[in-house]
């Protein structure tokens, strides 16, 4: 039997975010989010499912610490609602939505488990998106004195903070979901894109004045890209894959640049973002202190002239009997931490989310038998593993997720927790591989 152990200093936990299970979507003052807006049109979120309840984090959350706790989480990520705290977006605040997190913290440290912070998890206010949201330049300002509050009202006790979460995916998957990229529509996710590497920039700057001795970074989706032929068309349309969705983020946050072979190509196809003096200056001043790393799978692509502007063509790799979030392939994984640390420098770097979700989960006798999940999160975990031994700096692990939750358009259609949610009770059972999780965790590995 092989035996896979982590480093004494290796933390594990578990990741949410605010949207997908606070619910009480208008109480104690909360302003509306651009999710609360979606998920009350019809026809958009399956099922016609809204995250108005979701699995009532916000006020269960004694008895969710509770089962941290029981899990054996010594670190746990969620997310602020930003609408919680400013209704408006900016200006008046909203004392109910600080006092939420503050207990939440509270309760998490009297536990024992270290709080992260995702700052924008999508759930924008509403009132910013009618101002334009983040194709408004003053979306910087915005976030910057959204983060000032953060900063100041939890950083005397939250002392790891992510700016974005997955800022690809809320900026250009968009572009896909409205039927491929037009040149209005990449334009537009460019600028967007440049809108949130400005912002990350921001809230670095500031809360590197305020708690020089805390971490900032941000959490990228990455896609570690593989041709199915070996041709240099196939090649190049891989590295062009790469550069859309990886370096596009990577570059600036980690390196303080824009891949230069991205924004030729943007500027030749004339959708490059507006960068105007003193940007670089500020991305280039602001770089990450850790990288979060959500991975769910790899991309497969291959050259396709008739895609104007990106001419590639993702091959696609879905496996839905198993699993949703793409093929299962765990060697994804260790490829792309190899390559982070060979390309960025040794960069300190945190899975900030990894894990799977089944249509077809069922509790049967009061249990759920989920030796799928627990399959994919031991072969994650030992890819980890073996970067780890290639001398990769990666220091914490947070499951997606802990809870059963709201997962965007698909509702409630998908289960992604290690811990079962029954939605007409709100009764929270551990699922088989919770009880797995809470054993990794006591021994620090597990026995393949
Ligand atoms: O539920 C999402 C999460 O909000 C962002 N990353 C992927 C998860 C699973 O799809």
Not at 284 to 299: E, H, I, K
Request: some cysteine.
């Amino acid at each position: 039997m092989n035996k896979i152990k982590f480093p004494e200093d290796f933390m594990w936990g578990a990741a949410t975010a605010a949207y997908q299970i606070e619910g009480a979507w208008d109480e104690d003052g909360k302003g509306n989010s651009v999710w609360d807006t979606l998920s009350h049109m019809p026809g958009v979120i399956q099922n016609g499912d809204t995250g108005d309840t979701a699995i009532d984090h916000y006020h269960r959350y004694k008895e969710d610490v509770a089962i941290m706790k029981a899990v054996g989480l010594q670190t746990y990520r969620f997310s602020i609602s930003w609408p919680r705290i400013l209704p408006e977006g900016t200006g008046r605040i909203n004392q109910k939505g600080i006092d939420f997190y503050n207990s939440l913290i509270d309760e998490l440290i009297t536990a024992g488990i270290e709080p992260i912070i995702t700052l924008y998890h999508w759930d924008f206010p509403q009132a910013l998106a009618d101002k334009g949201g983040w194709m408004n330049r003053a979306s910087m300002d915005w976030f910057a004195e959204y983060a000032e509050l953060c900063f100041k009202s939890f950083g005397d006790r939250v002392k790891n903070w992510i700016t974005f979460n997955e800022p690809w995916v809320d900026a250009y998957a968009v572009v896909f979901l409205l039927g491929g990229p037009t040149i209005e529509a990449m334009s537009r996710a460019n600028h967007i894109s440049h809108h949130y590497m400005l912002s990350h920039a921001r809230a670095v700057e500031i809360y590197r004045q305020l708690y020089p001795g805390g971490r900032i970074g941000i959490t990228l989706d990455l896609s570690p890209v593989y041709t199915e032929a070996d041709s240099q068309q196939d090649k190049i349309a891989a590295n062009r894959f790469d550069g859309f969705m990886n370096r596009w983020f990577l570059d600036p946050v980690l390196k303080g640049s824009y891949p230069e072979d991205m924004l030729a190509w943007y500027r030749e196809k004339q959708v490059a973002p507006d960068i105007r003096q003193g940007d670089m200056e500020l991305i280039q001043s602001n770089r990450s202190d850790f990288l979060g790393v959500n991975y769910y799978s790899r991309t497969i692509v291959k050259a396709f002239q008739d895609e104007p502007i990106l001419e590639f063509k993702v091959i696609e790799n879905r496996d839905d009997s198993w699993a949703t979030n793409g093929e299962v392939y765990p060697d994804g994984l260790y490829d792309l931490l190899i390559r982070l640390d060979n390309d960025y420098d040794h960069p300190l770097l945190f899975i900030t989310e990894n894990g799977t979700s089944f249509g077809d989960e069922e509790l049967v006798d009061g249990k759920v038998m989920d030796k799928r999940r627990q399959k994919y999160l031991q072969q994650h975990f030992e890819a980890a593993s073996r970067a780890i031994s290639k001398g990769v700096n990666l220091k914490r692990y947070y499951v997606w997720s802990l809870f059963d939750n709201f997962e965007w358009i698909y509702g409630y259609s998908r289960r992604f927790g290690l811990v079962y949610v029954d939605y007409n009770t709100q009764e929270r059972i551990w699922k088989e591989s919770a009880f797995w999780y809470r054993q990794v965790i006591t021994d620090n590995g597990f026995s393949l």
